[in-house]
């Protein structure tokens, strides 16, 4: 019996220490390009080409003090930027998650077109 509780606390203690985008599943990926910016929110749109069940839909993404936010040149380097620096026309990959019908970005790499 104590075993059973033992093991019921640390289950319970486990999911109470997730985040909601963990809980929802896990990271998603998006790939599209960026139609507009919300500088008052923190938030961005962008029409979705991948993955292929979202390819289409204009999406809302909202960024955090967490998300980590870089730029990738044409030589294939990466360096952080803050979220001024995204820019409406250019394309993006997005990881994060729904978190009910919010997308959460963990992390947001923008292109430079070539």
Sequence with gaps: ??????????????????????AKGGDLQLYGKVTAIDDSTKTFTMVVETPRRY???????????????????TEGVSYRISFDDLEAGKYVRVTGAFVGSVYVATKVIQYVPQ
Excluded at 55 to 73: E, M, P, W
Aim: one cysteine or more; aromatic letters at 2%.
């Design 1 to 22: 019996m104590k075993k059973v509780f033992v093991l019921a606390l640390v289950l319970i203690l486990s999911l109470a220490s997730m985040t909601p985008v963990a």
């Design 55 to 73: 390819a289409g839909d204009s999406i809302t993404i909202q960024v955090t003090s967490t998300t980590l936010i870089k730029q990738c040149d």
